[in-house]
């Protein structure tokens, strides 16, 4: 994706999962997400491949991307304290609410937003359900409205 996005003018840094890279500002590790990667030009009618799916932890911040749930979750939670994560619940092209609450789960964070849900019909999901299984299994979470700010205490 960096070299196609290069072509388009775009400064990238280059990196595969697994790889961390140190930038000014703060360290990110690029780690798997389980999800189709694809540029679709309409006009052309072509779909043009751009490498495996990704997530990123950038220092205390996990965005697990458009993913699936998958046992390297778990690794995640060992391997890194995890302030606040992003997870989808969309269901039908990632994981659902109850996959999201097991990754919440393994990845151990302090704060979980959910992300991916609600901006088509396919992905409608109730955050507030999401935040209620997260709550019974201790985890606190917090459904954003579209423009809405948060600042962590």
């Given at each position: 994706?960096?070299?196609?996005?290069?072509?388009?003018?775009?400064?990238?840094?280059?990196?595969?999962?697994?790889?961390q890279l140190n930038l000014p500002f703060f360290k990110a590790k690029m780690i798997k997400a389980?999800?189709?990667?694809?540029?679709?030009?309409?006009?052309?009618?072509?779909?043009?491949?751009?490498?495996?799916?990704?997530?990123?932890?950038?220092?205390?911040?996990?965005?697990?991307?458009?993913?699936?749930?998958?046992?390297?979750?778990?690794?995640?939670?060992?391997?890194?304290?995890?302030?606040?994560?992003?997870?989808?619940?969309?269901?039908?092209?990632?994981?659902?609410?109850?996959?999201?609450?097991?990754?919440?789960?393994?990845?151990?964070?302090?704060?979980?937003?959910?992300?991916?849900?609600?901006?088509?019909?396919?992905?409608?999901?109730?955050?507030?359900?999401?935040?209620?299984?997260?709550?019974?299994?201790?985890?606190?979470?917090?459904?954003?409205?579209?423009?809405?700010?948060?600042?962590?205490?």
């Amino acid at each position: 994706m960096a070299t196609y996005m290069g072509w388009k003018d775009l400064e990238t840094e280059p990196m595969n999962i697994g790889g961390q890279l140190n930038l000014p500002f703060f360290k990110a590790k690029m780690i798997k997400a389980y999800h189709s990667s694809s540029n679709i030009l309409e006009d052309e009618k072509k779909i043009i491949y751009l490498g495996n799916p990704a997530g990123y932890i950038i220092e205390t911040i996990l965005h697990a991307g458009d993913t699936s749930l998958h046992k390297d979750m778990k690794l995640i939670g060992q391997q890194h304290s995890i302030d606040l994560a992003f997870l989808p619940i969309g269901d039908r092209f990632t994981m659902g609410i109850d996959d999201a609450v097991q990754a919440a789960e393994w990845i151990n964070p302090k704060l979980v937003v959910p992300i991916h849900y609600n901006t088509f019909p396919f992905i409608v999901q109730d955050a507030e359900e999401f935040v209620i299984k997260l709550s019974e299994k201790g985890i606190t979470g917090i459904p954003l409205h579209i423009g809405e700010k948060f600042s962590p205490k």
